[in-house]
């Protein structure tokens, strides 16, 4: 287990992120979701945890300069 908090909080992330990739992929695999929608998700699930990156980077960034 990291002791790092920064490690922890990206550890949890990059589960997080597996995750919804592979109830993506089972959704796929199943004939639930067509081979389209599944690859709209994984691209909308990317564009997501980048944007989301980037607002809470810059969030930090704003909240050093005070």
Do not use: C, D, H, Q
Not at 2 to 12: D, I, Y
Not at 27 to 55: D, N, R
């Amino acid at each position: 287990m990291p002791r790092n908090r920064a490690l922890k909080v990206v550890a949890g992330v990059v589960v997080s992120f597996a995750g919804l990739v592979g109830t993506i992929i089972f959704l796929w695999e199943t004939k639930i979701i067509s081979f389209e929608m599944a690859m709209l998700m994984l691209v909308a699930l990317l564009g997501m945890y980048i944007g989301f990156g980037i607002l809470i980077a810059v969030y930090r960034l704003i909240s050093k300069l005070e």
